[in-house]
């Protein structure tokens, strides 16, 4: 089992910056996939950044590439996503996933654990 625990959201004005925390506790994670995904009202979940726990590799969706970085410390089990420059189209719910095992990982039904979830709101 694996326990996921989201920090960090909040309110940011336009052209700020938020940092999110996921902190991941029950296994380990050597072979494990973390990803990023947001929700906004009324809209279907989607894609924003993931990171392969062995190696580092990162993955971004195009509209937050350039913006949003995504990150780890092995040590700590925390995976950040630190966004700058934010927009008001990055208001959403962030949720933190962990996939298992796999080759993709920017579709949420690859994933097998979530956590509860954080609020960003940005305003103009």
């Known amino acids: 089992q694996v326990q996921l625990v989201e920090s960090g959201g909040g309110s940011a004005q336009a052209g700020g910056s938020l940092r999110l925390s996921c902190a991941a506790s029950?296994?380990?994670?050597?072979?494990?996939?973390m990803g990023w995904f947001r929700q906004a009202s009324g809209k279907e979940r989607e894609f924003v950044a993931a990171?392969?726990?062995?190696?580092?590799?990162?993955y971004y969706a195009d509209s937050v590439k350039g913006r949003f970085t995504i990150s780890k410390d092995n040590a700590k089990n925390t995976v950040y996503l630190q966004m700058n420059s934010l927009k008001p189209e990055d208001t959403a719910v962030y949720y933190c996933?962990?996939?298992?095992?796999?080759?993709?990982?920017?579709?949420?039904?690859?994933?097998?654990?979530w956590g509860q979830g954080t609020q960003v709101t940005v305003s103009s």
């Open positions: 029950g296994r380990t994670f050597s072979s494990y996939a």
């Open positions: 990171i392969r726990w062995s190696g580092g590799r990162t």
């Open positions: 996933a962990a996939e298992l095992a796999g080759t993709v990982v920017d579709d949420a039904g690859e994933y097998d654990y």
